[in-house]
Antibody, heavy 122, light 111 residues
Framework: EVQLVESGGVVVQPGGSLRLSCAAS????????MHWVRQAPGKGLEWVSL????????YYADSVKGRFTISRDNSKNSLYLQMNSLRAEDTALYYC???????????????WGQGTLVTVSS | QSVLTQPPSVSAAPGQKVTISCSGS????????VSWYQQLPGTAPKLLIY???KRPSGIPDRFSGSKSGTSATLGITGLQTGDEADYYC????????????FGTGTKVTVL
């Protein structure tokens, strides 16, 4: 059974930093690209970032480019999101999600975690 | 503000059919595949449709997807109370700031 479990969400002050983690199991982690998607309270979905299966390629939404860094450790079946210079508008539930395509990426996300809540507030 | 526009809500009685539209442009839907997600209250999104009309394993054929020009449509037949949820379309947008984008979301209510 595929499982994705996010952690690391907390309350942080504006301008602060935070690192989210996502522990994956139930599939061959290093065969698939992984994504972060967020959802502000009561709002819709916003794609945040993608990392390729081998970590060699990364992509970001304009809203987080230059502030967030996605990474992965295939030896630990783990995905990360380093978040710097946090703003109030970054407040959201952050989901990690698996791409459906093996050894590539399609942005079709077939498994999602339950999310971890990041609140940016003074 | 999303570049993909969906109706805020649709509703129908159990057993009936609903369709949800997703309107975009040539920089997104017009030249890229569309996916659809279902988000039940308090849960993570679930992939219903990918590559315009393909269903992942385990998704019933009551759910269908189609695309024409710069619009896409999700259809749900044999509506059930368990289908009450928010539904989002998604696709790649190749405009100046290339990004993956989700639609504005549609709340389906079973009367």
């Amino acid at each position: 059974e595929v499982q994705l479990v996010e952690s690391g969400g907390v309350v942080v002050q504006p301008g602060g930093s935070l690192r989210l983690s996502c522990a994956a199991s139930g599939f061959t982690f290093d065969d698939y690209a992984m994504h972060w998607v967020r959802q502000a309270p009561g709002k819709g979905l916003e794609w945040v970032s993608l990392i390729s299966w081998d970590g060699g390629s990364t992509y970001y939404a304009d809203s987080v480019k230059g502030r967030f860094t996605i990474s992965r450790d295939n030896s630990k079946n783990s995905l990360y999101l380093q978040m710097n210079s946090l703003r109030a508008e970054d407040t959201a539930l952050y989901y990690c999600a698996k791409d459906i395509k093996k050894w590539g990426y399609s942005y079709d996300l077939d498994y999602w975690g339950q999310g971890t809540l990041v609140t940016v507030s003074s | 503000q999303s570049v993909l526009t969906q109706p805020p809500s649709v509703s129908a009685a159990p057993g009936q059919k609903v369709t949800i539209s997703c309107s975009g442009s040539s920089s997104n839907i017009g030249n890229n595949y569309v996916s659809w997600y279902q988000q039940l209250p308090g849960t993570a999104p679930k992939l219903l449709i990918y590559e315009n009309n393909k269903r992942p394993s385990g998704i019933p054929d009551r759910f269908s997807g189609s695309k024409s020009g710069t619009s896409a449509t999700l259809g749900i037949t044999g509506l059930q109370t368990g289908d009450e949820a928010d539904y989002y379309c998604g696709t790649w947008d190749s405009s100046l700031s290339a990004n993956y984008v989700f639609g504005t979301g549609t709340k389906v209510t079973v009367l």
